[in-house]
C-alpha cells in the first residue's frame, strides 16, 4: 500500500472563534475514528502559526537558523494527516471526506515515494 499526505492549507491570519472551530473538531474526531476502523489512518496533527517555525540549513559547512517560514504566503500548512491507502482514488475519497469535514479548507492529496509494506 502506498502512505498518502492529505494537507491541509489556511489562510495567514487568526482562528475562527470557537463557535466555528467546536463543529469541525467535532467532525474531525468522527472522521479519524473512520479512517482507524478501516485501517487507513497512520498520523494527523495540526501545526502552530507559520512564526513558531525556524529553517535550518547548511551553507559551506555551517548550520544557518533563521526564524519563520521558510516562505511566505497569503496560507499556510495548518495541519496533516497521513494515509495508507491501495490507490491514488480510495486517497482522493479520503481527501474529499477531509474536506467536508473542515468544510472551509483545501486539501491537497500527495502520494509518498515507494510501497509501504501492511
Same mark, same amino acid.
Given at each position: 500500500?502506498?502512505?498518502?499526505?492529505?494537507?491541509?492549507?489556511?489562510?495567514?491570519?487568526?482562528? !475562527?472563534?470557537? /463557535? #466555528?472551530?467546536?463543529?469541525?473538531?467535532?467532525?474531525?474526531?468522527?472522521? /479519524?475514528?473512520?479512517? %482507524?476502523?478501516? *485501517? #487507513?489512518?497512520?498520523?494527523?496533527? *495540526?501545526?502552530?502559526?507559520?512564526?513558531?517555525?525556524?529553517?535550518?540549513? #547548511?551553507? @559551506?559547512?555551517?548550520?544557518?537558523?533563521?526564524?519563520? !517560514?521558510? $516562505?511566505?504566503? %497569503? /496560507?499556510? +500548512? *495548518?495541519?496533516? $494527516?497521513?494515509?495508507?491507502?491501495?490507490?491514488?482514488?480510495?486517497? +482522493?475519497?479520503? *481527501?474529499?471526506?477531509?474536506?467536508?469535514?473542515?468544510?472551509?479548507? !483545501?486539501? /491537497? #492529496?500527495?502520494?509518498?515515494?515507494?510501497?509501504? @509494506?501492511?
Amino acid at each position: 500500500m502506498k502512505q498518502y499526505l492529505l494537507s491541509v492549507y489556511q489562510p495567514d491570519g487568526g482562528s !475562527p472563534g470557537p /463557535e #466555528v472551530l467546536g463543529p469541525i473538531a467535532r467532525n474531525l474526531e468522527i472522521l /479519524e475514528q473512520e479512517m %482507524k476502523a478501516a *485501517g #487507513v489512518w497512520v498520523f494527523s496533527g *495540526g501545526l502552530h502559526s507559520p512564526d513558531t517555525a525556524t529553517v535550518v540549513r #547548511v551553507k @559551506d559547512g555551517d548550520t544557518l537558523m533563521t526564524d519563520g !517560514p521558510y $516562505t511566505e504566503g %497569503k /496560507e499556510h +500548512l *495548518g495541519g496533516l $494527516t497521513v494515509i495508507r491507502a491501495p490507490d491514488l482514488d480510495a486517497a +482522493l475519497e479520503w *481527501g474529499r471526506r477531509l474536506a467536508l469535514a473542515i468544510g472551509l479548507l !483545501p486539501i /491537497e #492529496v500527495r502520494p509518498f515515494q515507494g510501497e509501504v @509494506d501492511g
